[in-house]
């Protein structure tokens, strides 16, 4: 699986971006995309997920009722809308997937994949 993702720039607090991701390769095996995040001098953070079957979706606290996942599966992207940017969303980006592996019904691994990542400035 490869992921391609753009958008990302800087902008003022309180503003908007939209950042998306393209997947290629073996798309069929996605079981969930979504975007991480990692500020200078922190560790890489979940921001939001949203699963490829159910679309069930997950926020991180500082995410939840500012930015909006979405996913077209025919399209195999995913994108995610920010609003009432902070400048603690400042950060680096990164675009992922996620492949469970299966042995019968039960989950047995994981493979996860990365996009390049795309900058974000949010000035105060």
């Known amino acids: 699986v490869q992921l391609q993702a753009s958008g990302g720039g800087l902008v003022q607090a309180g503003g908007s971006l939209r950042l998306s991701c393209k997947a290629s390769?073996?798309?069929?095996?996605?079981?969930?995309m979504g975007w991480y995040r990692q500020a200078p001098g922190k560790e890489r953070e979940l921001v939001a997920t949203?699963?490829?079957?159910?679309?069930?979706?997950t926020y991180a606290d500082s995410a939840k009722g500012r930015f909006t996942i979405s996913r077209d599966n025919v399209k195999n992207t995913v994108s995610l809308q920010m609003s009432s940017l902070k400048p603690d969303d400042t950060g680096v980006y990164y675009c992922?997937?996620?492949?469970?592996?299966?042995?019968?019904?039960?989950?047995?691994?994981?493979?996860?994949?990365w996009g390049q990542g795309t900058q974000v400035t949010v000035s105060s």
């Open positions: 390769g073996q798309v069929s095996s996605i079981n969930a």
């Open positions: 992922y997937a996620l492949h469970v592996k299966y042995d019968g019904h039960v989950g047995v691994g994981a493979d996860n994949y």
């Open positions: 949203m699963t490829t079957t159910s679309r069930s979706t």
